[in-house]
Each structure stands twice: as structure tokens, then as C-alpha cells.
């Protein structure tokens, strides 16, 4: 009987749109070759380095068109990781500097293949934008992880390095097929005992299998390691007992792992140590650790997410205490900086630090995961924001001096160029908790490696190898990711409010929060200022100035209430509730249409989402569909929450024509 059902059920819904589909496959669907096509088609190498082996067998087994002939050709530097790739409907010549150049050639073939893209004449030539593309986990080593909303880290620590879990490989295939080739692997809160013999061998374990995919692992280390670890009587940088230690310590990772990246290092920083617990300085301290590096061609990324409680903006605390160190640092240190000037949060201007280190290597750091955008339950693309800051043009050298172009070695030439995002991937099997959130992963290794790629593109490419490569899917799916952070911005923080979560946890609303004895500059009233006058951060010449840390025109515009674009006004000034916006309305009524306005675009996307039920499979389906129940919720109680708490000192009517909060 059961039979029958199931076999009137596959007759009703045929069997690919019912099938179950966990999402475990990422965007990696290739379609493995047919005898036939196999027979008839050739992928040549001369060469057994492993990596160009890997590429060739990608080929052999998933691309189902023409011969290839794969060569490394050591004359063309200009290409380093990158490729090229002629060819007509007979044959393809790819040709890379570099094995892992051929690498990311073959996954670009198979992703125009999945696109459905021509690939009759093929003349392309790519190369990335940044040299260093890299991932950090903020993974702990009880494989807990820091703001991580997809299961626990991938890392098995306790098994390593005895056993190996195919989730490694898989992960640094999908990683490698966007072009990630770095990734720190703990959390900047750094263990010391990551540096302990025992951990550097179970790590060895895991950068040989990433090494087949032009993967380097990176740690992020603590800065009191030696006297924690090594039982010297401090971590002073000037200690000569210190400086051995992480001589030593560098000598042995290099040992076991000879293609070993670097440091990542929060020094000074929410509790963590640093050089200034020694009066030394963050320049003493980073090129102390560089100088260990040097001979092995390592990187040190130090962070410039430092702030304190103090009577000072926390917006200016990083450029404060960064470029008075300008020049100071090693030519092997890349200074680390968030893209804004707070943290993370749904919109930011742009960290006013990028450019104004004029002599020392500047990289960005964005946050994958969705600490501030409503973690895995949330449906957020953030393409739009990391180009929104990359596009930013800071006027630091001249008209044209994008944060991109400050950062990738146009504007400013530097030994190494980088990018850094903090990681959404855990053990899910889904690997990021949201199906979508995978695209954010995506969207990060397509922009590191091309950040002129516009959201657009790289959304349509990822939906298409994702889900489905039939337009009328593709078009509303990527409609919806297009409109999805500035919905978030609207139900939670519109028109530059910022950080009023619920304290710690970071989910929800809070906008009263008032933790008693709390830092002042973790309570939400220290960012909206919300009082009988108005709303919003006064950081003009009147307030904290922090408007003085960017360069004119930028200051101009930012500066002035009229000029200001309304998505950084509360950011930047204290706005009178009845003061008049370009739209005509009151500030207090544009703040309820926005809060309104995100309610309405939720409730939008899962409309479009319920309409393309069939058209994915069911399993995929109904979990989108259930995050965006929850997302949906949740915008309504943003809106509710801070509307009837902002409306205690504006003592406006909220607009009739608006959702009532109840
Ligand atoms: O965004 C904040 C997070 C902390 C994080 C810190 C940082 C790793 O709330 O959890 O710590 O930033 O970036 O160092």
C-alpha cells in the first residue's frame, strides 16, 4: 500500500522537485560527465604537482565540453594567482603562473558550464583583485564559536590529528572555488594553548589537506602566550626572553607547516593583552612578531578594533590611536581594520582609518556572520554592504580614493594586499544555519577576488549554481537578496541609528537597555542619544567631532545636517524629532515609515518565496519559508519595540497609515 502511495506521489510531484536536499553541496552541483563525453574529450597536463592534478580531475569528472590543455607558464608574473583561458569549440588552452592559478581556472570553467554560460570562444583573463583572501573563524578550541550561528566549529579538535573528517576537504573545495587561499582557523579571543606542540601538529593536519586547494592556514594568537605558555616572567615585545620564545615558537609552526601564513592579533582590546600592558606600543608589538615571521615570508594582520570606556567617542578611538603609529609598522604587517568605525553593525559609513594611514598596509574586515543582522534567521545578501564599503571614496588621495583602491595595491603598492571576513560556517549541515547565508560566504571570495563584480551578478551566479538556472526562479530570488540588507536596516536601525541591541546577545531590540554598572559604552543610549529634543549621535564640531576624522568633502557632507544622506544622519547629528527630511516629513514620522517599511518588504519576500514553491525542492523550501516566518516576527517586533520606546521622549502620534504596535 505504502508503495503504491509513494509511487502515486512521484507520478504527481516528479521525483527531482520532491527529492530531499539538505543544502550540504553549497553551490558546488556540478553534473559529473557521461562515458561518452569522457571518451571523446581530453584534459592534458605536463606536470604532477598535486594542485594542477586537482584541477585536472575537477575537469575529468565534471566538465562535459571540449578538451583542455593546462600549462604553467612561469614568464607571465603579472598573473600570479590568476589565469587565462582561449579556446574555441574544439580546444582550451589555460594557462596560470601559478598550479593554483589553473586551480581556480577549472572551477571558473565548470562554474560558466553550471551557468548555463557560452563557452564556445573563450578569451578570459582574470586576475584577483586582492593577493591574500582570507577567512576567519572565531571557532574556539571546546569548539564553541564566538557570534557563530550555524552548530559548532567544523574543527574536531579533540580527534585531531588521527581523524580526518571529510567536511575538511569539502570545505576547502568550496572555498577554493570562489578563490578564499587563507584562513585563520581560531578566534581572535585567542587560546594560548593554540600554540602548544600538541595543537601545532593537530593544525599541521589540517593545512595538508588545505595546501591540494592553495589553502594557507593562519592562527590567531594571544599576546601573553609566552608567559603563559612558555613561563617567561611577562610578554613585554622588548623582552629578549619574550622575543626568543616567539622565535622559537614561529621556527617550530614552520617546521611541521613550511607554507604557514601568519598572525592575526587583537591586542589591547575588549580584555585582551597586548604591548600597552607593558607601556609599549601596538607598532612594538606587531613588528616584534613580524620580525619572527620575516625569514619565512609571514604575515602579521594586526587588528585595529580597539576602543575603551572612556569620555572619548568610541567611533575615533581606532584612527586616535592608529595614526600617531603611521610608518612605525613593519613592511610584513597589514593592519587590520573593520569597515566601520563601530562594529559590524546592519550600516556603517566607512571607518574614517582607511587611507588615513598613509605609510603603513591597510586591509578590510568584514563580518560574514550575522552577528548584528539577525544571526542565521535572517535572510540578509550582504554584497550590497561590503561594496558599499569598498565603493566608499574616502578622498585620501585625491577624488577617486576608494577604500577598494586603498587596499588592493592600485593607490597604495604593498608586498601583500588582503581582505578578511569573519566566517558563518559551523557544522550544519547546511554549513551556515540559513540556506542563504551560504550566498554571503559566496559573495565574500567573489568580491575578494573581483570587487568590481556588482551584487547583482554574484547573486544571479550563486542562485543559479544553488537552485536553479531557469530565469523565472532566478529573477525574484534575486530581486529579494537585492532588497534584503536594506530591509534589515529598515525594521531594526533606519536613517543611522546603531548598536540598540539587546545587550550581549546581540538578537534583539533594546533600545532602554541599561545594564546596571554596565561599560557605558556597551549601554544603547550612548549611540541614540534619544531624549525630548530629538534623536541620534551629535559627531559634528558640536559633539564628539569624530565628523574631524574624515577628509573634505566627505566632512562637508557627513557634517551637515542638510547635506547628509539620510542613511548616516543619525549617525552623525543629533536630529530634532520635528525636524524636516527630504521627504517632507518629520524626522519622527520618516523613523515609523522606515520601521513600517521593513515589516512591509519581509513580509514581501515570503510572498515571493511562497509563489516559487515546486520550483526548488521541498525540503530547501520549507526552510526558507520557516526563517522567514521567524524574520518576519522579529521585524515586527523591532518595529513595535522601538517605535513605542523612541515615541516616550518624541510624544509624536505614530502615523495612522502605518501597522500599529501593540
Ligand atoms: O563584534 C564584537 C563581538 C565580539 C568580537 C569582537 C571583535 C571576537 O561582539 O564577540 O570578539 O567584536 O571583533 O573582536
Redesign the pocket.
Known amino acids: 500500500m505504502m508503495k503504491v502511495i509513494i509511487l502515486l506521489l512521484l507520478f504527481i510531484f516528479p521525483y527531482s522537485i520532491v527529492r530531499a536536499e539538505d543544502g550540504s553541496k553549497l553551490w558546488l552541483r556540478y553534473v559529473s560527465v557521461s562515458k561518452d563525453v569522457a571518451h571523446n574529450r581530453s584534459i592534458s597536463i605536463h606536470s604532477k604537482d598535486p594542485i594542477i592534478l586537482l584541477a585536472k580531475q575537477e575537469l575529468v569528472n565534471f566538465w562535459g565540453k571540449q578538451s583542455i590543455e593546462l600549462a604553467v607558464d612561469r614568464k607571465l608574473t603579472y598573473l600570479k594567482d590568476g589565469f587565462k583561458i582561449t579556446g574555441n569549440l574544439n580546444r582550451i588552452k589555460v594557462i596560470a603562473h601559478e598550479p593554483v592559478g589553473l586551480l581556480y581556472a577549472a572551477y571558473h570553467l565548470l562554474q560558466l558550464q553550471a551557468t548555463n554560460q557560452p563557452v564556445s570562444n573563450l578569451n578570459i583573463e582574470e586576475i584577483p583583485s586582492f593577493d591574500i583572501r582570507i577567512l576567519n573563524h ?1 571557532d574556539n578550541l571546546d569548539r564553541t564559536v ?2 557563530g550561528y550555524a552548530g559548532y566549529s567544523l574543527w574536531k579538535w579533540d580527534e585531531l590529528p588521527g581523524v580526518i573528517s571529510p567536511r575538511y576537504e569539502e570545505y576547502a573545495r568550496a572555498n577554493a572555488s570562489i578563490g578564499i587561499n587563507a584562513v585563520v582557523i581560531n ?3 585567542a587560546s594560548p594553548q593554540i600554540l602548544s606542540s600538541q595543537y601545532v601538529i593537530k593544525l599541521k593536519s589540517l593545512a595538508d589537506i588545505f595546501r591540494r586547494y592553495g589553502i594557507k592556514v593562519y592562527l590567531s594568537v594571544n599576546f601573553s602566550s609566552p608567559k603563559i605558555l612558555g613561563g617567561t616572567k611577562d610578554s613585554d615585545p622588548l623582552n629578549p626572553e619574550v622575543i626568543l620564545w616567539w622565535k622559537n615558537k614561529v621556527k617550530e609552526i614552520y617546521q611541521v607547516i613550511p607554507d604557514f601564513g601568519g598572525f592575526l592579533v ?1 591586542a589591547n ?2 580584555g585582551q593583552p597586548g604591548p600597552q600592558d607593558y607601556g609599549r606600543t601596538h607598532a612594538d608589538g606587531a613588528n616584534m612578531l613580524a620580525d619572527a615571521l620575516k625569514a619565512y615570508h609571514g604575515v602579521i594582520m594586526w587588528r585595529a ?1 580597539v576602543y575603551n570606556p572612556s569620555s572619548e567617542d568610541r567611533a575615533k578611538q581606532a584612527y586616535q590611536e592608529f595614526v600617531p603609529l603611521d610608518g612605525a609598522f613593519r613592511d610584513n604587517v597589514i593592519i587590520q581594520i573593520k569597515n566601520g568605525p563601530i ?2 553593525q546592519p550600516r556603517e559609513p566607512f571607518n574614517p582609518l582607511f587611507g588615513a594611514l598613509q605609510k603603513s598596509n591597510e586591509m578590510v574586515e568584514f563580518q560574514i556572520t550575522q ?1 548584528y543582522l539577525g544571526f542565521a534567521n535572517h535572510l540578509a545578501y550582504l554584497a550590497p554592504l561590503f561594496k558599499e564599503t569598498l565603493d566608499s571614496d574616502t578622498y585620501a588621495d585625491g577624488k577617486g580614493s576608494t577604500v577598494a583602491k586603498l587596499t588592493d595595491g592600485t593607490l597604495r603598492p604593498a608586498r601583500k594586499t588582503a581582505i578578511a571576513a569573519v566566517a558563518n560556517i559551523g557544522e550544519d549541515i547546511n554549513w551556515t544555519g540559513h540556506h542563504f547565508g551560504q550566498a554571503n560566504w559566496f559573495a565574500f571570495g567573489r568580491l575578494a577576488w573581483n570587487h568590481e563584480l556588482s551584487s547583482e551578478q554574484i547573486a544571479e551566479e550563486w542562485i543559479s549554481m544553488t537552485f536553479s538556472t531557469d530565469n523565472k526562479f532566478i529573477d525574484p530570488v534575486k530581486k529579494m537578496m537585492m532588497g534584503s540588507r536594506e530591509t534589515v536596516v529598515n525594521y531594526m536601525m533606519p536613517l543611522g541609528l546603531h548598536h540598540i541591541f539587546a545587550f550581549d546577545h ?1 538578537y534583539g531590540p533594546e533600545p532602554w537597555g541599561d545594564q546596571e554598572g554596565g561599560r557605558p559604552d556597551w549601554m544603547p543610549w550612548y549611540y541614540h542619544h534619544a531624549d525630548t529634543v530629538g534623536l541620534g549621535f551629535d559627531r559634528t564640531s558640536n559633539g564628539s567631532n569624530a565628523i574631524s576624522q574624515y577628509r573634505p568633502p566627505i566632512q562637508e557632507v557627513f557634517g551637515d545636517i542638510q547635506l547628509c544622506p539620510d542613511q548616516y544622519l543619525l549617525w552623525f547629528h543629533h536630529v530634532p524629532w520635528s525636524y524636516t527630511m527630504k521627504s517632507g516629513r518629520s524626522m519622527w514620522d520618516e523613523l515609523c515609515y522606515k520601521y513600517d517599511a521593513g515589516v512591509q518588504q519581509v513580509r514581501a519576500m515570503q510572498q515571493v518565496w511562497d509563489r516559487l514553491e515546486g520550483q526548488v525542492d521541498q525540503q530547501r523550501f520549507v526552510e526558507v519559508q520557516s526563517k522567514l516566518k521567524i524574520q518576519s516576527r522579529d521585524a515586527v517586533w523591532w518595529k513595535d519595540a522601538c517605535l513605542l520606546y523612541f515615541q516616550t521622549f518624541s510624544k509624536k502620534p505614530i502615523p495612522y497609515d502605518i501597522e500599529r504596535p501593540v
Request: hydrophobic share 30%.
Open positions: 572565531w564566538e557570534r578566534n581572535v579571543n587583537k582590546s575588549e578594533f562594529d559590524f552577528e546581540h
